[in-house]
């Protein structure tokens, strides 16, 4: 299974970007789907996630309220809405899924299928 994301680009703060996740298998490779990003020089980190059942949503403290992550079952893809960007945003985000546990839905260590990343730069 492969995931792409795409959507990624350059933004001034404060603007809007929505990135998507296609999967290339028929459903979702997992109970759950997850943006996570990583700035340079740092690790990656987690940025919000989805349940594949009931769509219940989790975010990072440092992006809720800002980012909305959904998902269109028929498209077997997830976006994430990204408003109000700004500059500690810029990183490469990355989409991947895990059958994990929801107690572990933070845990990068419990994800597969990372797709190759798309690049947000957020100019100040």
């Known amino acids: 299974v492969q995931l792409q994301a795409s959507g990624g680009g350059l933004v001034q703060a404060g603007g809007s970007l929505r990135l998507s996740c296609a999967a290339s298998?028929?459903?979702?490779?997992?109970?759950?789907m997850g943006w996570f990003r990583q700035a340079p020089g740092k690790e990656r980190e987690f940025v919000a996630t989805i349940r594949v059942r009931g769509g219940n949503t989790y975010y990072a403290d440092s992006v809720k309220g800002r980012f909305t992550i959904s998902k269109d079952a028929a498209k077997n893809s997830v976006y994430l809405q990204m408003n109000s960007l700004k500059p500690d945003d810029t990183a490469v985000y990355y989409c991947?899924?895990?059958?994990?546990?929801?107690?572990?839905?933070?845990?990068?260590?419990?994800?597969?299928?990372w797709g190759q990343g798309t690049l947000v730069t957020v100019s100040s």
């Open positions: 298998s028929g459903t979702f490779p997992g109970n759950a």
């Open positions: 991947a899924s895990t059958y994990g546990p929801l107690s572990s839905h933070r845990d990068v260590n419990m994800y597969r299928n």
